[in-house]
């Protein structure tokens, strides 16, 4: 009873952090966020996607990035008990983290080992920092490590369920999933021979849940963001092998010391090892403010000793859960070092929450030895987390709103109140994608937008909305536009124009300059 009542406590802890002030903690949705909302919007209004898409099963156009589908459709049960807002877009991340919690207690035999893991996934800057945005890949972990949990307590068709929604959920996972669900088998596989036909069903249910997904993972469309992030598709590895071969008058060893296939194992390598840094891991973070507050790792320094200790434990228990962590943990960055940005904190997230089990264990292992320094550690851990806190509450949202599109929400709001006195409203393109705020914030009606809109895809894909009603997002304005209003950016000459008002940042500086034509 005592266990059950610590843990819940920690769930609750674990929620309020997700949930405090989500709608001003980022400061502003960024225009990813913006757009999962605007299309959750849509299908719970028409059932249809952003472009007029009939219950999208593989994808989401959206931007012309093909969004995987989770994410959006958590949404829309929230829109419709609660309406389109900031909240109800984050609001299955934030779920999705407190849960997590829950799994890594589950996943824990030992209970107070399970106890303490939870915990530190409670408080765990990585954990918390990606609840609190609308990530799809925070989700998708929650999925996958459900998946990973039903998996070794052997309920098979729950465990292909999660599995597979962590595919249809984020990219990451969908070559995560396969290579962890190998290993699981392989690890499990004197259960699996007792269990066989169990086991089977798992393949078959597995296999009949991916099939729609499969065809779009094989389209250019699926393998577009691949390619967007991926470092695989630089020529200039190739260049750099075949140049070292000529230097070397193409002789045979030349050909094999230098071959394109060792620099691939060479870049893939530096890629993956980049994310054991410890600057990313307990000083700095992620080089992206939306994932980390520049001020510490994505985990604590208590961290380091802790990891150490409780992979010298993992590895002499020699457990089925030591091996599934360890092999948890050692694949869990490779769809990460396929891109050419890294670390990268959002694309190596599935290894969550094993860090933190493993810290867990260190602990455990360290306090069995010498229980005088529980009271030492308890300290150093409620300083860490207090400073990460009073970081990402009080000083990260003005420094880094920017970062998080901020000023979208006061422009819309400000031009919704006085539109009607305009034939037309023209919207800078300069901070991207504006179309997306003022659909979402107007709640703008999707039969109408479809009807009314002037897009086109770019070069590379993308879509490009030069305009809906009465709105304009081109560079090149019509010839006749009538009674205009302008939103503009901060440097912006207004000769001509009358101010009306000037959108600011939280550090007072100016975002849009907002004017009409005399």
Not at 179 to 202: D, H, P, R, V
Not at 208 to 235: A, C, D, M, Q, T
């Amino acid at each position: 009873m005592k266990h059950k009542i610590i843990l819940l406590v920690i769930i609750v802890l674990a929620f309020i952090l997700r949930i405090y002030r989500l709608d001003q903690v980022p400061p502003s949705l960024y225009w990813d966020e913006a757009s999962l909302g605007y299309n959750a919007f849509s299908i719970s209004q028409t059932l249809r996607d952003e472009h007029g898409v009939f219950l999208p099963v593989t994808n989401f156009a959206a931007f012309g990035d093909y969004k995987p589908v989770g994410y959006i459709y958590a949404i829309v049960p929230f829109i419709k008990l609660f309406g389109l807002s900031e909240i109800v877009v984050r609001l299955p991340s934030a779920i999705a983290g407190t849960l997590l919690v829950l799994v890594t207690y589950f996943l824990v035999k030992e209970k107070k080992i399970a106890l303490l893991a939870a915990l530190f996934v409670a408080v765990s800057p990585w954990a918390l920092q990606m609840s609190r945005a609308g990530f799809e890949a925070n989700l998708a972990t929650l999925f996958s490590g459900l998946g990973i949990l039903f998996f070794v307590r052997k309920t098979y068709p729950l465990a292909a369920i999660c599995l597979v929604l962590a595919m249809y959920t984020f990219n990451t996972h969908r070559i995560f999933v396969p290579i962890m669900t190998a290993g699981l088998s392989f690890i499990f596989i004197k259960e699996i021979i007792k269990n066989l036909k169990n086991y089977l069903i798992f393949i078959i249910f597995t296999i009949i849940l991916l099939l729609p997904l499969i065809p779009h993972l094989l389209s250019p469309e699926g393998k577009l963001r691949f390619n967007e992030v991926s470092w695989v598709n630089n020529l200039s590895i190739i260049q750099k092998s075949n140049k070292q071969i000529e230097a070397n008058g193409n002789v045979w060893w030349a050909k094999i010391i230098y071959n394109r296939r060792v620099y691939f194992v060479g870049e893939f390598s530096k890629h993956y090892l980049d994310h054991l840094r410890p600057d990313f891991l307990f000083e700095s973070g992620d080089v992206n403010p939306r994932l980390s507050v520049r001020t510490t790792g994505i985990m604590y320094w208590l961290d380091l000793p802790l990891l150490i200790l409780g992979l010298i434990f993992l590895i002499k228990k020699r457990t089925k859960l030591s091996a599934v962590l360890i092999f948890w943990l050692l694949i869990a960055p490779i769809p990460a070092a396929f891109a050419r940005e890294t670390p990268h904190a959002l694309r190596i997230l599935n290894i969550l929450p094993v860090p933190q089990i493993i810290s867990a264990m260190g602990l455990y292992y360290l306090v069995q030895k010498q229980k005088k320094l529980v009271i030492i550690l308890a300290v150093i851990l409620s300083v860490s987390v207090y400073l990460y806190l009073k970081s990402y509450y009080v000083d990260y949202p003005k420094k880094y709103d920017m970062d998080w599109q901020y000023g979208y929400k006061q422009a819309v709001e400000y031009v919704s109140g006085i539109q009607d006195n305009y034939e037309k409203i023209n919207v800078t393109g300069f901070y991207g994608r504006p179309y997306i705020y003022f659909l979402f914030y107007n709640k703008y009606s999707p039969e109408k937008y479809w009807a009314n809109r002037s897009a086109y895809r770019d070069q590379f894909g993308f879509w490009v909305v030069n305009s809906f009603d009465k709105y304009n997002f081109a560079d090149n304005l019509p010839a006749k536009m009538g009674k205009t209003l302008y939103v503009d950016k901060p440097d912006t000459n207004l000769s001509g124009k009358k101010l009306l008002k000037t959108i600011y940042d939280l550090n007072t500086q100016p975002v849009f300059l907002i004017s009409e034509s005399n």
